[in-house]
Nanobody, 127 residues
Framework: QVQLVESGGGLVQPGGSLRLSCVVSRGTLDYYNTGWFRQAPGKEREGVSCLSSSDGSTHYADSVKGRFTISIDKIKKTVTLQMNKVKPEDTAVYYC????????????????????WGQGTQVTVSS
């Protein structure tokens, strides 16, 4: 059973920065792609960013491209999402996952091998 613990969320003003972390307490980062998702009230969970396990390439939803950066520390088994120039529409609960089947978005999300989710971390962008 893969255990994921997200942290780093909070209240931030528009244009500010926030750094989210995802600690993988159980499981591996070696076999599937790693990514971040988010879900706002009344909306479907959407894919935000994906890091390819095959070549290390990074992928982003158009809505966050150029502002967010995904990275991974395989020794500490931690996935990070650096959020810069945040906007009110970034407000959502953010989740990480380590079993993305690909880094291609389909209908706004990434397909996963399993559906295990952590508690997520709340990001609120407001002045």
């Amino acid at each position: 059973q893969v255990q994921l613990v997200e942290s780093g969320g909070g209240l931030v003003q528009p244009g500010g920065s926030l750094r989210l972390s995802c600690v993988v307490s159980r499981g591996t980062l070696d076999y599937y792609n790693t990514g971040w998702f988010r879900q706002a009230p009344g909306k479907e969970r959407e894919g935000v960013s994906c890091l390819s396990s095959s070549d290390g390439s990074t992928h982003y939803a158009d809505s966050v491209k150029g502002r967010f950066t995904i990275s991974i520390d395989k020794i500490k088994k931690t996935v990070t999402l650096q959020m810069n120039k945040v906007k009110p529409e970034d407000t959502a609960v953010y989740y990480c996952a380590t079993d993305l089947l690909s880094c291609t978005l389909y209908r706004g999300t990434y397909y996963r091998r399993n559906n295990n989710w952590g508690q997520g971390t709340q990001v609120t962008v407001s002045s």
